[in-house]
């Protein structure tokens, strides 16, 4: 699977969008692209993924490259209850062994 | 959405007894299940793959008498933390496809948290 790779950390007003990057230059053309979140203390919850083409869900929106090396995931309104490790994987199809990078801990700043 | 049920959330046990683990899918039967562990403020380690029927896949550094992992069900896999100590005191979080042949995304239990006194 490929490696990917997020900032550490990043601020977000509340109400704003937060935009949260995540780089997986070496992502094959069979890998999917996943997003989940953990706040402090739970199971990771699903987000959102996709393959190359741009998705959008009640939750939030992904936004892939042309090339497919970067993905952005979109909160559209962030809110305080959107605290949390935000984790991007990079996922062969038809597995399941999630390899979970360092993530982006985004703090909704009221 | 699939639910993932773990028990027990907490639990607090003396060095050198053995501590059980539970996850569960609810409404869902899962042949593959996955253990992890969390130290504080890291990200989740991959532990082992439970295959139901079959032996656990355990990752390079995890020592599989140590980390017992049954799945002897299509709804059930437990975890054994054998001979705790403190340095197993950690957060251990388990989950489940619903089907190898989709993309269909893993569903995670809410994890359970060990402290080894």
């Known amino acids: 699977d490929a490696k990917t790779t997020q900032p550490t950390s990043m601020d977000c007003a509340e109400g704003r969008a937060a935009n949260l990057p995540c780089n997986h230059s070496t992502i094959s053309g069979n890998e999917y692209v996943y997003w989940y979140r953990q706040i402090h203390s739970q199971g990771p919850q699903y987000i959102i993924h996709g393959l190359k083409n741009n998705e959008t869900n009640e939750m939030a929106s992904l936004i892939i490259t042309e090339d497919r090396k970067s993905s952005t995931l979109i909160l559209p309104h962030a809110t305080l209850r959107d605290t949390a490790v935000y984790y991007c994987i990079a996922l062969l199809s038809g597995t399941y062994k999630y390899i979970f990078g360092t993530g982006t801990r985004l703090k909704v700043l009221a | 959405g699939a639910v993932v049920s773990q028990h027990p959330s907490r639990v607090i046990c003396k060095s050198g007894t053995s501590v059980k683990i539970e996850c569960r899918s609810l409404?869902?039967?899962?042949?593959?299940m996955f253990w992890y562990r969390q130290f504080p403020k890291q990200s989740l380690m991959l532990m082992a793959t439970s295959n139901e029927g079959s032996k656990a896949t355990y990752e390079q550094g995890v020592e599989k008498d140590k980390f017992l992992i049954n799945h002897a069900s299509l709804t059930l896999s437990t975890l054994t933390v054998t001979s705790a100590h403190p340095e197993d005191s950690s957060f251990y979080i388990c989950s489940a496809s619903l089907d190898s042949s989709t993309n269909e995304k893993l569903f995670f239990g809410s994890g359970t948290q060990l402290s080894v006194l």
């Open positions: 409404d869902f039967q899962a042949t593959t």
